[in-house]
C-alpha cells in the first residue's frame, strides 16, 4: 500500500510564500495522477494542482482556478517527492492541503498539512 507524507505547512501572511512536499513511499512515475487538493472550513475539498498521465504517454498540468499564475506543481522523480511551491499567497488560500496520488482506479490520499494565511 503507498503511503504519502506531506509536509511544508505553516503560517504565513498575505503576499508570503510556502513550499509543501508530498514524499511517496514508491517509485512516482507509476501513478497516473500526482497532485494537490484543499479543503477550507465548510467546503468542498478542490483540486489545486496536479499532473495527469494520458494516453500515448502524454502527461499535462492542471491548475485549480484561484491559483493560476501563483501556485506551481514540480516533482523530483529520484526523491519520489510532489512539491507545491505557492507564492502571493492570500487569506482564501486557508485551508488542509492534502497529496493525492492514482494508479488506476485507486486514489490514495495523505493526511493534509494545514496552511493558515492572516495577517
Known amino acids: 500500500q503507498v503511503q504519502l507524507a506531506e509536509s511544508g505547512g505553516g503560517s504565513v501572511q498575505p503576499g508570503g510564500s510556502l513550499t509543501l512536499s508530498c514524499v511517496v513511499s514508491r517509485n512516482i512515475l507509476r501513478f497516473n495522477t500526482m497532485g494537490w487538493y484543499r479543503q477550507a472550513p465548510g467546503k468542498q475539498r478542490e483540486l489545486v494542482a496536479d499532473?495527469?498521465?494520458?494516453?500515448?504517454?502524454?502527461?499535462?498540468?492542471e491548475y485549480g482556478d484561484s491559483v493560476k499564475g501563483r501556485f506551481t506543481i514540480s516533482r523530483d522523480k529520484d526523491k519520489k517527492t510532489v512539491y507545491l511551491q505557492m507564492n502571493a499567497l492570500k487569506p482564501d488560500d486557508t485551508a488542509v492541503y492534502y497529496c493525492?496520488?492514482?494508479?488506476?482506479?485507486?486514489?490514495?490520499w495523505g493526511q493534509g498539512t494545514q496552511v493558515t494565511v492572516s495577517t
Open positions: 493525492l496520488v492514482r494508479q488506476g482506479g485507486i486514489l490514495t
Open positions: 499532473y495527469t498521465t494520458g494516453g500515448a504517454n502524454t502527461e499535462f498540468e
